[in-house]
């Protein structure tokens, strides 16, 4: 079991830029498949972005080209590089943490992409808020 905190939320204009954290606490975070997830009132839970073992990266399209998610082993913490934001990226964000990395990228696809993959994760952080308001 790994325990996850968020940071790095808070309220930019449209077009700003945040950066999330979150540190990893009680395994090997090298060994776990990463993501970060965001929810709202209207959509639920939708996947963001993940990194594997390996550091291969898939991003859902709406964030793609403006979204980064890199991770450091060392100081066991995942980031999610937030550019251009719109409205449409208010949510709650949550990183989440899956040691079943073996073919998840199939697996995510199997399932209708990476929208829905948080099925796969079973380690969730709190999460963190992103306001985009003018």
């Known amino acids: 079991q790994v325990h996850l905190e968020e940071s790095g939320g808070g309220s930019v204009q449209p077009g700003g830029s945040l950066r999330l954290s979150c540190v990893a606490t009680?395994?090997?975070?090298?060994?776990?498949?990463m993501g970060w997830f965001r929810q709202d009132s209207e959509k639920g839970r939708e996947g963001v972005a993940i990194i594997d073992g390996d550091g291969e990266t898939m991003y859902s399209d709406s964030v793609k080209g403006r979204f980064t998610i890199s991770k450091d082993n060392r100081e066991n913490t995942l980031y999610l590089q937030m550019n251009n934001l719109t409205p449409e990226d208010a949510a709650v964000y949550s990183c989440?943490?899956?040691?079943?990395?073996?073919?998840?990228?199939?697996?995510?696809?199997?399932?209708?992409?990476?929208?829905?993959?948080?099925?796969?994760?079973?380690?969730w952080g709190q999460g963190t808020q992103v306001i985009v308001s003018s």
């Open positions: 009680g395994e090997t975070f090298s060994r776990y498949c």
């Open positions: 989440a943490a899956t040691i079943r990395c073996l073919r998840l990228s199939e697996a995510i696809d199997r399932v209708g992409g990476i929208k829905f993959a948080s099925i796969f994760f079973d380690n």
